[in-house]
């Protein structure tokens, strides 16, 4: 192409001229004839090129739409909340935030406890009860919940539930729990995430009892979808009894997907704690010694032990159970809570 154009150029050029007004214009058509595709062709790349900027801009724009997170804070913005040590900072972030709407105020402050939150947590918990009535559950809060749930600071998680369920408009109290369970029996979709808030309300020591029988019931449910949830429900709910719900659910469920989740659930998500992982050890030494154990399960089992320990003997049990012998000292041991109590 750049070739063409110096050609054109030196056909256009002074030696190109002809003597006379009248004969230019059609010696120039001449001249011109041979380049026409060529500015044809230009004129269409020019015209495509316009047309793939605005389809790039519409799915950007889409892509923006289906992860609400990404749209709505700017990393400049996020940067800005996350990326500040100076104490004068932070608290001129939070006194910005004060003036805020509550849904503001939640988004941003729940964004700024995943990176500092001895900054935030105290605010958000101040404000719980202001903020109840007023905040709307939208894709972008709740994604911003599930990030806190991936949180390893345990206060983290807590807030965010309580910024859930606040804005779920779900109170700890008898009523609540009559909500969810009249969602979980209807015949919606709605029952699927009801079944997930029924464990975090439960966790919050409202009818924990209620809670843990309902996700039994539903963890044996002839529908998946079902099963899967409820076992989400039981990681929530955090007690004991889910713990031993969880371990049979990774034995015996016959999806490998459920088995799989209620591994994840034992070993990181949800709302156990690290002392309460621990109390799975035993058991899960146990099933990784069971000969009736298929395989996969007994890889699931080996992840959940690494993640929860942080040691690595893949499927030796002996070496497992050598390991545990010297780290389960009674004197390190605490009862685990029944359920994270923080506030």
Not at 85 to 103: C, F
Not at 245 to 272: C, M, N, V, Y
Not at 291 to 302: F, H
Not at 328 to 335: C, Y
Request: glycine share 6%; proline share 6%; hydrophobic share 40%.
């Amino acid at each position: 192409m750049h070739e063409t154009k110096s050609q054109f150029a030196e056909d256009s050029g002074p030696t190109a001229q002809v003597s006379g007004p009248v004969s230019r214009k059609p010696q120039l058509s001449r001249r011109l004839r041979p380049y026409v595709p060529y500015i044809i062709g230009l004129a269409f790349i020019s015209t495509l090129a316009g047309f793939l900027t605005g389809r790039f801009h519409d799915s950007f724009a889409n892509w923006l739409n289906i992860h609400p997170v990404a749209a709505a804070v700017p990393a400049q913005n996020a940067a800005s909340l996350v990326a500040a040590p100076d104490p004068h900072r932070k608290d001129a972030e939070l006194e910005e935030i004060s003036h805020l709407a509550p849904q503001q105020q939640a988004e941003r402050l729940l964004q700024l406890a995943m990176e500092h939150p001895d900054a935030s947590l105290g605010m958000i918990h101040r404000n719980l009860s202001a903020w109840r009535g007023h905040l709307e559950e939208t894709d972008q809060l709740f994604h911003l919940v599930l990030g806190a749930l991936e949180s390893d600071d345990p206060r983290v998680r807590i807030a965010a539930v309580e910024i859930d369920l606040a804005a779920c408009h779900l109170i700890k109290a008898h009523e609540s729990v009559t909500k969810l369970l009249h969602q979980i029996q209807g015949d919606s979709d709605g029952r699927y995430m009801a079944l997930w808030r029924l464990g975090a309300i439960g966790n919050r020591g409202v009818e924990p009892a209620t809670a843990l029988s309902t996700l039994k019931r539903y963890s044996r449910d002839r529908n998946q979808l079902a099963r899967f949830w409820a076992v989400e429900g039981l990681a929530m709910l955090a007690t004991r009894e889910s713990i031993d719900e969880l371990l049979d659910i990774l034995q015996h469920d016959p999806a490998p997907q459920i088995r799989e989740r209620a591994a994840t659930s034992l070993a990181k998500s949800g709302l156990l704690t690290g002392e309460q992982r621990l109390t799975a050890i035993p058991q899960l030494l146990n099933l990784l010694d069971d000969d009736s154990v298929n395989d996969p399960t007994k890889t699931l089992i080996c992840s959940t032990l690494e993640t929860i320990t942080g040691a690595s003997y893949g499927k030796n049990a002996r070496a497992w159970r050598d390991w545990w012998a010297h780290h389960d000292r009674p004197e390190k041991r605490t009862h685990p809570p029944v359920g994270l109590t923080q506030t």
